[in-house]
C-alpha cells in the first residue's frame, strides 16, 4: 500500500513537471507564431539588422557571391564596386545557406526561428542535465522557464547562435568531459563555428575554452585535458574555415587599406570617470547588442548570497562567474579609455579589433548564476515558502524579459491595435514604393547610381539600385576620402556630424544637418530648406540621382532636377527623385 501511495505520488510530481515544460514549450511555440502570422509585417529591429546584416546578404545572393572567397571578386551594387571580403559574412556559414536557398524574408524567418530553437533546447538541457538539482517537477519547472527567458532575450539573430547556442555549446562540452554522447557532442561542438561569429564573440569562447584547458593541464587531470585540446584546436581551425573571407581580406589583400585603419580613437574613448560609468552600465544594464535583460537576476543573486553566505553549497562556481562577469564589465569600460589611444594607434590590430566582445558571454552567465542561486534556495530546506520563493522569481523574470523585449512587445501591440509608429519588414525596404521609382527612372540599374538622403542606403540595395553610399563595416579608406568631398559642405554645418563621419564612418551616408536622426529613416518632416552638396564630385563618383525622404528646397542650387515625389499605401515613406546637373525635368507626382 505504501509503495502503491509512494508511486502515485511520483506521477503527480512528473506530471506536474511534464506540465510546466509543455506550458513553456507552446509559449514559446507562440512566441515564434506572432512572426510566422505576421509575415512581412513583423516589426524587425532595423539597427544593425535590416540595415546592414539582412542587405549584405540580399546583396551578395544578387551578385551570386555568397560563395565566392577570393579578394578579386567584387560586389559593383555598391560604392562603385568593393570586395566581397569586405562584407562580414562567412561563405561557410548556416544563415549564408538559407539565404541562398530560401527569398529574403523566409531566410531571416527560418534563421530566427533556427536560432529561437537552440537557445531553448540548449538551455533546458544545460540547466536539467547539469545544473538544476532538484526533484523531477521543480527541474523541469525552472529548467523549462528559464530555458524561454533565454530563449526570448533580444539578442541579434543574425549574428547566429554566438550567443544563444552557448548553453548547447556548454553542454556538449560538458557531455564530452564526462564522457557521455561522445560522437554527437563533438558534431556539435566543431559545428558551431560554421553558425556563429569568430569576432562577434567566437574569440572569447575560444579563449574561456582555452582557460579550462590549462586549468586541467594545470591539476595533470588527462581525463579532462586531452578531450579540452582537441575541441579547443579542432574549434580553433574549423573558425579558420569558417571565417575564410576575413582572413583572406586580411592576409592576402596587400593593395587594400580599410577605413578602419582612419579611425579617430579620440571620438570613441573616454575619460576615467566615464570608464566607470560604462562599466556600471555594462554590469548593471548589458549591451544591446548582446542584450541579457537581467534586473530581476541582479536583484536575487546579492539576496541569496548575503542570505545564504554560510550555508551555500556551490560557493567557489558562484564566484567564479560573478567574478568572470565583473571581469567582463571591466574589459568592456577600460577598452576604450582614452589612456589606450597611444597603445592602440601603434598597435593596428588593437585600433581595428574590439576585443572587449567579451560581452556576448554575459547573458549566458547571467542565467547561469541565477540557476545556481535557485539551486541554493530550492534545496536550503523543505518548507513551501522556499519553494514558492523559486516559482516567483522564475515567473517574474519570465514576465520582465517579455515585457522588455520591444520587438515582441512592438508585434503583440501591431496584432492587435496596429501601430503605424512602428516600421515593419514590408515598410522599412517599401519594395512597391521603389518600384515606382525605378520605373521612373527606366534605365538599367546597373547604368546609373544614387545616393539617398534621409532613407538608409540599405532601402534602395534592398530594391536592385547601385549606391554610392552605405552602411559598411569595412571599405577602402581612398572611398571614404574621396565621398567626403560629396558631402564636406553640409558637415561644416554640424560638428557633431563632421566628428561622427570623419572618426569613425561606417555609415558613409550623404548627410543632412537638419536631419537630426544619424540612422537615417525619416518619415516626419516637410522639407530641407538648405543642403549644401558638391553636386560636382558627387557627378564625378558617377552619381546620377538622389534619393531623398524629404524635399529639398534649395535643389536648384545643388543642380538638382526634380522628377518627381513617390508614395505607397505599403510604406509610410515617402521619396522625392532627384537628378543630377541634368537640367530641368517633367516632375512626377504618383
Known sequence: ??????????????????????????????????????????????????????????????????????????????????????????????????????????????????????????????????????????????????????????????????????????????????????????????????????????????????????????????????????VLSGTTVLYLVAEINQLNLLLFAGDFTSHRTGWDMSYSHYNLLKVVKKTAEQFLIGHYHAASLHTVILIFVPAVLYLLRKKLTETKLLLAVLLALCLISLLYGVYNWEILIPLKNSVKILKTFQFHRFNFLSPFLWYILFALCINEVANRSTLKWHKRIVVAVVMLNFVYVAVLNTELRQNIIQIFTPDKSNISYKEYFAEDLMYQVREAINKPQSTYRIVSVGIPPAVAQYNGFYTLDSYQNNYPLAYKVKFRQIIAPE???????????????????????????????????????????????????????????????????????????????????????YEVNHGAATALHL
Not at 169 to 194: A, E, G
Not at 491 to 507: H, T, V
Open 1 to 230: 500500500m505504501r509503495t502503491s501511495k509512494l508511486g502515485m505520488r511520483r506521477m503527480r510530481v512528473n506530471s506536474g513537471g511534464n506540465a510546466a515544460l509543455l506550458v513553456a514549450f507552446l509559449l514559446f511555440v507562440s512566441y515564434l507564431l506572432i512572426y510566422i502570422v505576421q509575415q512581412q509585417d513583423a516589426i524587425i529591429t532595423i539597427h544593425d539588422n535590416l540595415d546592414s546584416e539582412v542587405i549584405y546578404r540580399v546583396l551578395l545572393k544578387s551578385t551570386n557571391n555568397l560563395f565566392a572567397i577570393g579578394n578579386d571578386v567584387v560586389i559593383n551594387p555598391v560604392m562603385n564596386g568593393i570586395k566581397r571580403n569586405c562584407f562580414n559574412v562567412s561563405s561557410f556559414n548556416v544563415i549564408t545557406l538559407l539565404y541562398a536557398f530560401l527569398p529574403p524574408f523566409t531566410a531571416y524567418l527560418v534563421n530566427f526561428a533556427l536560432v529561437k530553437a537552440i537557445a531553448f533546447a540548449g538551455m533546458y538541457l544545460l540547466l536539467s542535465k547539469y545544473l538544476v538539482r532538484l526533484e523531477v517537477d521543480q527541474k523541469k519547472f525552472i529548467a523549462g522557464f528559464l530555458a524561454l527567458s533565454f530563449a526570448l532575450l533580444p539578442f541579434y539573430t543574425m549574428y547566429g547562435i554566438t550567443i544563444a547556442g552557448l548553453p548547447l555549446f556548454t553542454f556538449c562540452i560538458l557531455n564530452i568531459l564526462n564522457r557521455k554522447h561522445l560522437l554527437l557532442s563533438y558534431l556539435v561542438v566543431f559545428l558551431f563555428p560554421f553558425y556563429s561569429s569568430l569576432i562577434l564573440g567566437g574569440y572569447a569562447i575560444l579563449f574561456v575554452t582555452g582557460l579550462a584547458f590549462l586549468y586541467y593541464l594545470y591539476k595533470s587531470d588527462k581525463t579532462k585535458y586531452l578531450p579540452l585540446f582537441y
Open 491 to 577: 558637415l561644416e554645418k554640424s560638428q557633431e556630424l563632421k566628428q561622427y563621419f570623419d572618426s569613425w564612418g561606417n555609415r558613409c551616408y550623404v548627410f543632412s544637418s537638419e536631419i537630426a536622426d544619424k540612422n537615417y529613416f525619416v518619415l516626419n518632416g516637410t522639407s530641407i530648406e538648405n543642403l549644401d552638396l558638391d553636386t560636382k564630385a558627387l557627378k564625378g563618383m558617377g552619381g546620377d540621382y538622389i534619393l531623398s525622404a524629404l524635399e529639398i528646397k534649395n535643389s536648384n542650387e545643388n543642380n538638382l532636377a526634380f522628377v518627381g515625389k513617390f508614395s505607397s499605401p505599403e510604406t509610410p515613406l515617402k521619396v522625392y527623385l
